[in-house]
């Protein structure tokens, strides 16, 4: 029987800890069910959002098992299967696939920089051999990239490559991967992992996203799909404006992903304690984050205010010293790179 394409709002989940830092299952599912009831199209557990690498692979495992038991086919899943070698990620897609999720999520080869034909081969090997569905994750800052040539071969070659997963935020590149691999595969799907271009990235042809954001504010991502794909632009536009200045306050004023973990703390889960250490200043740093996203989340009634309130304007606005000590770093800058004389 065909599957249905990849579409919509997929979630990439985080992972509630427990005191002793393992996983908290009972919040997990407490947080699947909450996702669900707000309309997410899909989830999406192993991601980089959920912090892959920092558990083994028995506990990737265990998060799935325990989200496709919780979820009972509600949404569809797409899972994270990438492990360190082709041969543990088979293993992890067979798995998968005895689990009933719907598709499997691969990220490029990591650590090591290959080539596109190694990257091609790994692939390849991946796609001829898989059980389930697979989902190139092409996320270019942290893995080998795919570029457009290798996802139309790989598109052409294997049927069961159905989806690539982008993270690289550039329209231009989305745009050549369409044009690329529609003609011969209709039934692939596009998805965009930067939340940041969500919008713009559906209307050149993105099928939806996995993003971040949809973890903290699935009412709101949910209501830009629904309004970009119903081509409500002007609606649509002022909740992507809202949506890149939550994203990019989560994403780059704290070491990814305790931003977006701060955030689902206030719309009221525990999510423990991560397992990534933090220094004294680091925790300080997050506190005073948590009041930022508290009045951001309060603004759209997703939270009350925190206590004392939240100012008018949380963008300060600078003063001489500040503008001109501006204006000499800029200075500064353009001369490095010989703009300036």
Same mark, same amino acid.
Not at 48 to 57: A, D, K, L, V
Not at 78 to 97: D, F, I, P, S, W
Not at 153 to 169: F, P, Q, T, V, W
């Given at each position: 029987?065909?599957?249905?394409?990849?579409?919509?709002?997929?979630?990439?989940?985080?992972?509630?800890?427990?005191?002793?830092?393992?996983?908290?299952?009972?919040?997990?599912?407490?947080?699947? !069910?909450?996702?669900?009831?707000?309309?997410?199209?899909?989830? /999406?557990?192993?991601?980089?959002?959920?912090?892959?690498?920092?558990?083994?692979?028995?506990?990737?495992?265990?998060?799935?098992? =325990?989200?496709?038991?919780?979820?009972?086919?509600?949404?569809?899943?797409?899972?994270?299967?990438?492990?360190?070698?082709?041969?543990?990620?088979?293993?992890?897609?067979?798995?998968?696939?005895?689990?009933?999720?719907?598709?499997?999520?691969?990220?490029?080869?990591?650590?090591?920089?290959?080539?596109?034909?190694?990257? /091609?081969?790994?692939?390849?090997?991946?796609?001829?051999?898989?059980?389930?569905?697979?989902?190139?994750?092409?996320?270019?800052?942290?893995?080998?990239?795919?570029?457009?040539?290798? =996802?139309?071969?790989?598109?052409?070659?294997?049927?069961?490559?159905?989806?690539?997963?982008?993270?690289?935020?550039?329209?231009?590149?989305?745009?050549?991967?369409?044009?690329?691999?529609?003609?011969?595969?209709? !039934?692939?799907?596009?998805?965009?992992?930067?939340?940041?271009?969500?919008?713009?990235?559906?209307?050149?042809?993105?099928?939806?996203?996995?993003?971040?954001?949809?973890?903290?504010?699935?009412?709101?991502?949910?209501?830009?799909? !629904?309004?970009?794909?119903?081509?409500?632009?002007?609606?649509?536009?002022?909740?992507?404006?809202?949506?890149?200045?939550?994203? !990019?306050?989560?994403?780059?004023?704290?070491?990814?992903?305790?931003?977006?973990?701060?955030?689902?703390?206030?719309?009221?889960?525990?999510?423990?304690?991560?397992?990534?250490?933090?220094?004294?200043?680091?925790?300080?740093?997050?506190?005073?984050?948590?009041?930022?996203?508290?009045?951001?989340?309060?603004?759209?009634?997703?939270?009350?205010?925190?206590?004392?309130?939240?100012?008018?304007?949380?963008?300060?606005?600078?003063?001489?010293?500040?503008?001109?000590?501006?204006?000499?770093?800029?200075?500064?800058?353009?001369?490095?790179?010989?703009?300036?004389?």
């Amino acid at each position: 029987m065909t599957q249905p394409r990849l579409q919509g709002i997929f979630t990439p989940n985080l992972v509630p800890y427990s005191p002793n830092g393992g996983i908290n299952e009972e919040e997990l599912r407490r947080y699947v !069910d909450w996702l669900i009831e707000r309309g997410v199209h899909g989830l /999406y557990p192993n991601g980089s959002t959920g912090e892959f690498t920092r558990f083994t692979p028995e506990e990737r495992r265990r998060i799935v098992a =325990i989200i496709a038991d919780q979820t009972k086919g509600r949404v569809p899943i797409l899972a994270g299967a990438a492990e360190a070698n082709v041969k543990e990620t088979l293993a992890a897609c067979e798995y998968y696939a005895s689990l009933g999720i719907r598709a499997v999520a691969i990220v490029a080869p990591f650590y090591y920089k290959l080539s596109p034909a190694s990257v /091609y081969a790994y692939f390849k090997e991946i796609g001829d051999n898989t059980p389930i569905d697979v989902t190139l994750y092409n996320i270019p800052m942290f893995a080998s990239p795919i570029d457009v040539p290798t =996802i139309q071969r790989l598109s052409e070659e294997c049927e069961r490559i159905i989806a690539i997963k982008d993270s690289s935020g550039e329209i231009p590149h989305m745009i050549r991967m369409i044009q690329a691999v529609k003609p011969n595969r209709p !039934d692939f799907s596009f998805l965009t992992g930067w939340d940041a271009a969500l919008m713009p990235m559906i209307l050149v042809g993105c099928d939806g996203g996995t993003n971040a954001s949809s973890g903290v504010v699935p009412e709101l991502t949910r209501k830009l799909y !629904d309004l970009t794909t119903s081509y409500k632009i002007d609606e649509a536009r002022q909740i992507q404006y809202d949506l890149v200045r939550l994203f !990019d306050t989560m994403i780059y004023s704290a070491e990814f992903p305790e931003g977006f973990r701060a955030a689902v703390n206030l719309r009221g889960f525990d999510m423990g304690q991560g397992r990534q250490p933090m220094s004294s200043e680091q925790r300080t740093d997050l506190t005073a984050l948590s009041k930022e996203l508290q009045c951001m989340l309060s603004a759209h009634g997703f939270t009350d205010q925190p206590i004392g309130g939240c100012a008018i304007d949380s963008v300060p606005i600078p003063n001489s010293t500040d503008v001109s000590a501006i204006v000499q770093q800029v200075v500064a800058e353009l001369k490095r790179r010989g703009l300036m004389s």
